[in-house]
Nanobody
């Protein structure tokens, strides 16, 4: 089993940056692909990014491609999401998730474990 806890959210001005972290417990982290999702009020949860178990592959959703960067440190059992050029429409609760397998996955059903989420608010 994997337990996930996100951190690094907060209030940031448009154009600013934040770095989210997701700390994982459990021995299966290094064998799991990881993903980031977000959910804004009144909207469905949205795929943002995923990274394979060995960092060899990473994919991004269209709304964040070129602005967000995913990375992971298997020694520290942590996955990161660097968010640059933030926009007000990026305001949401951000979730990390651990996949059932090693391959990077863009769909929610591939993910077995989820963190509680961290709020990101982009506003002037």
């Amino acid at each position: 089993q994997v337990q996930l806890v996100e951190s690094g959210g907060g209030l940031v001005q448009p154009g600013g940056s934040l770095r989210l972290s997701c700390a994982a417990s459990g021995r299966t982290f290094s064998n799991s692909a990881m993903g980031w999702f977000r959910q804004a009020p009144g909207k469905e949860r949205e795929f943002l990014s995923t990274i394979s178990w060995d960092s060899a592959a990473a994919f991004y959703g269209a709304s964040v491609r070129g602005r967000f960067t995913i990375s992971r440190d298997n020694r520290e059992n942590t996955v990161y999401l660097q968010m640059d050029s933030l926009k007000p429409e990026d305001t949401a609760v951000y979730y990390c998730a651990a996949s059932k397998g090693k391959i990077a996955a863009t769909i929610e059903t591939a993910y077995l474990y989820w963190g509680p989420g961290t709020q990101v608010t982009v506003s002037s």
